[in-house]
């Protein structure tokens, strides 16, 4: 760590929605703030994350919603500090391009792949099924990560896998996958999370951090075609797919944490039995329990 500078690792996933973070710490802009920022890669997603918080190796991790409710009503020690991505995130319904499943109906009662339990993929498979209107007590197969569902979905070990949608998308047109339809989160997409031990010991550094991201989302939302055309080579997108996500993304630059759509995901993460929450204790109370404004 640079003498004078602040120490903050970042969790998050090898995803094109995550560039601000890569750009600060790339260009130096985070550094000029006084924050020695490190972003460390999970492709095992939220589930894994969350338990690198919990573990204290990373500070903040940039993660599902729905997932980090879930997580911190289970006891993992953190807060939600803002909204990272204010757009629902897309989630594409993927089966094995020669998979006998041909329609949504088809896919009732069979295996899902997901990379862990309390990850985005477990979420809304359930998520999914429950609007429905079909049973929600699912069979899985816990895979890791993109290429573990790859891998399982190949050796017919899981049918049906959840996962953003552009980010399958390579796969989907080299024909390896094939999506049967989407599924938007009814809340925002990703929230930023602090570790309770940093909020204790580095809650400056950490707001000086996401202060500077604020403005670093915000300059390349207005240098919309050289973003894309960045976020096009560096994920290896095709461009008519990056605009596709582009105009369905929206970086808050802000401080917003959404209280409303978080309450939400807390009523339906509550009604689907998907956090254990006594019934005495309020939406309100939970989300006290889960936001903390810096």
């Given amino acids: 760590m640079s003498a004078g500078k602040s120490c903050i690792r970042i969790g998050g996933v090898p995803e094109h ?3 601000p973070w890569h ?34 190796e990373v ?24 909204t990272f991505v204010q757009s629902p995130l897309i989630w594409g319904i993927h089966v094995p391009a020669n998979s006998d499943l041909k329609t949504i109906d088809d896919m009732r009662s069979r295996r899902y792949a997901i990379s862990r339990f309390g990850s ?22 816990v895979v890791k990560n993109i290429d573990g569902a790859r891998a399982a979905l190949a050796a017919g070990e899981a049918d049906v896998f959840f996962w ?27 929230v930023v999370c602090a570790s309770e031990t940093a909020l204790a010991e580095k809650s400056e550094a950490i707001k000086t951090l996401l202060n500077q991201v604020n403005e670093i989302c915000q300059r390349l939302s207005t240098e919309a ?46 009604r689907l039995d998907l956090i254990e929450v006594a019934d005495a204790v309020t939406d309100a109370e939970v989300l006290r329990r889960v936001c903390k404004a810096l």
């Avoid at 550094?31 to 204290?56: C, K, P």
């Avoid at 808050?252 to 993460?269: F, H, P, R």
């Fill in 164 to 190: 953003e949608r552009y980010t399958t998308s390579p796969y989907v047109q080299s024909g390896e996958f094939r999506r049967l339809d989407d599924r938007l989160t009814p809340w925002p997409a990703f």
């Fill in 225 to 270: 075609e050289g973003t894309k055309a960045t976020i096009a080579d560096r994920y290896k997108l095709a461009p008519e797919k990056v605009a596709q996500w582009w105009d369905t993304t929206q970086w808050n630059t802000g401080w917003e944490m959404e209280e409303t759509s978080i309450v939400k995901a807390v009523q339906y993460l509550r």
């Fill in 17 to 19: 929605f995550n560039l």
């Fill in 23 to 56: 750009v600060g710490i790339e260009t130096g802009e985070l550094r000029s703030v006084g924050v020695d920022a490190e972003f460390i890669v999970y492709g095992g997603g939220t589930g894994a994350m969350m338990q690198a918080v919990a573990n204290n």
């Fill in 120 to 141: 985005g993929s477990h979420l809304m498979a359930i998520v999914d099924a429950a609007e429905r209107g079909w049973e929600t007590d699912l069979d899985f197969e």
């Fill in 59 to 82: 500070d903040v991790a940039v993660v599902l919603t729905e997932g980090a409710i879930a997580s911190i009503c289970k006891g993992t020690p953190a807060r939600i500090v803002k």
